[in-house]
């Protein structure tokens, strides 16, 4: 299995400024992918960030919003800009991994817009 | 990728089984059915996954019906911190860039009692 740590944890943030929060995997990983859970809803994917590309954005999500960075097998981040409170979300770092191939989930980043 | 339905919520005492459904009726033959869970406040974690075979490992058992319209998650021996969400997925098993994406619904809330 992978393990995977995100940081910060979470954050209190004000309208209109950016977070960047990290993904930390203990193995190399080809697939990395960012998720985000609205308050009281299910989980959504965000975007697909494998390295040496540029990051695949599902509809609804675009990069200047969420840009992604992904410099090496074991490292990504996103940065959520200009933030409003509709942003307060748990955002969630997943990878696959093992030999059959299973999805990993960091503990997520709960961040809170003001 | 197919949809799924699962009853909103569930209740099972300590120490029994407890058995979730899922329909996936318009599932195609190369989907396989995940199944994940989300304890509060943490990330998703995998259980247990499948194409047609009934599957068993040391968190739960899967069982999928011969016309793979419904599967059922099966934990043995039920506690306390198993009380969760957990989503029923049904996804092709391939590579590609839609390999990852995880739709999650709603889920089923499963509260263990004493």
């Known amino acids: 299995s992978a393990v995977i740590s995100q940081k910060p944890s979470r954050d209190i943030c004000q309208r209109g400024t950016s977070l960047t929060i990290q993904c930390q995997v203990d193995?190399?990983?080809?697939?990395m992918f960012w998720y985000r859970q609205q308050p009281g809803q299910s989980l959504t994917l965000i975007a697909t960030?494998?390295?040496?590309?540029?990051?695949?954005?599902e509809s609804g999500f675009v990069i200047d919003k969420f840009p992604i960075s992904r410099p090496n097998l074991t490292f990504s981040t996103l940065t959520v800009s200009n933030m409003s409170p509709e942003d307060s979300s748990i955002y969630l770092c997943?990878?696959?991994?093992?030999?059959?191939?299973?999805?990993?989930f960091g503990p997520g980043t709960r961040l809170t817009v003001t | 990728d197919a949809k799924t339905t699962q009853p909103p919520s569930m209740d099972c005492a300590e120490g029994r089984a407890a058995n979730l459904p899922c329909n996936h009726s318009?599932?195609?033959?190369?989907?396989?059915v995940y199944w994940y869970r989300q304890i509060h406040s943490q990330g998703p974690q995998y259980i247990i996954h499948?194409?047609?075979n009934n599957e068993t490992n040391e968190m739960a058992s899967l069982i999928i019906t011969e016309d793979r319209k419904s599967s059922t998650l099966i934990l043995p021996h039920a506690t306390l911190r198993d009380t969760a969400v957990y989503y029923c997925?049904?996804?092709?098993?391939?590579?590609?860039?839609?390999?990852?994406?995880?739709?999650f619904g709603q889920g089923t809330i499963l509260t263990v009692h004493p």
């Open positions: 997925i049904v996804r092709v098993n391939a590579g590609g860039t839609s390999y990852g994406k995880l739709t």
């Open positions: 997943s990878v696959v991994s093992g030999r059959l191939w299973e999805q990993y």
């Open positions: 318009t599932i195609s033959g190369n989907e396989y």
């Open positions: 193995s190399q990983v080809t697939m």
């Open positions: 960030a494998n390295q040496g590309s540029e990051a695949t954005y």
């Open positions: 499948g194409l047609k």
